[in-house]
């Protein structure tokens, strides 16, 4: 847990503790916009028990919003949103065998009627389902829309500040 330890309104999940260091980014990036989140390994196969529990008891926890982050035949997002009505974020992991598009196809395809929002392949996924939780909680908390805009301005303050590529 971290933004300042406050009471996590992020869930940040994932199949494996090797899919860290793609969601690590999605953690960075929540400390960055000052969203208090958790992380947690929670895995649709090998702890399916642990995701029911996970997924029923979210929005009593005060969860607002979950970032899944999977990789391979990445059934965790798609699972986490049958169980819950929260806005699941899915992130396709980059798998070693197909180079994530097995993880984008699978979190991608959901079925009409259970949705989840699928982003990018690898870090810039994560980073980006971070930066979406904090729009979606930005629509009634504006200290969290506030901190998408700051971080938005500074991402075009610093691509205009170096306009030249062949300069460091
Ligand atoms: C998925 O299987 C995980 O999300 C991970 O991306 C992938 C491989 O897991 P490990 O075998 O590295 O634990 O469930």
Same mark, same amino acid.
């Given at each position: ?24 980014? +999605?953690?960075?990036? #929540? $400390?960055? *916009? ?12 090998? @702890? ?48 070693? +065998?197909?180079?994530? #598009? $097995?993880? *984008? ?12 929002? @699928? ?50």
């Amino acid at each position: 847990m971290s933004a300042s330890s406050k009471m996590p309104v992020v869930g940040v999940i994932m199949g494996s503790r090797s899919d860290w260091d793609t969601m690590k980014h +999605a953690c960075e990036t #929540l $400390d960055r *916009l000052g969203v208090p989140y958790e992380q947690r390994v929670v895995s649709a196969h090998r @702890t399916p028990d642990l995701l029911f529990q996970y997924a029923e008891g979210a929005r009593a926890r005060g969860i607002k919003v979950i970032i899944a982050g999977a990789g391979g035949a990445a059934h965790l997002p798609g699972m986490v949103a049958a169980k819950t009505s929260l806005p699941v974020l899915g992130v396709p992991v980059q798998s070693k +065998a197909l180079n994530g #598009l $097995d993880s *984008l196809l699978s979190i991608v395809q959901m079925p009409a009627g259970i949705p989840v929002g @699928t982003l990018a392949i690898g870090s810039s996924g994560a980073i980006n389902a971070a930066i979406l939780a904090a729009s979606i909680l930005g629509t009634n908390e504006s200290r969290f829309a506030a901190a998408v805009d700051e971080f938005r301005r500074l991402q075009t303050e610093q691509v205009l500040s170096r306009p030249d590529p062949s300069q460091t």
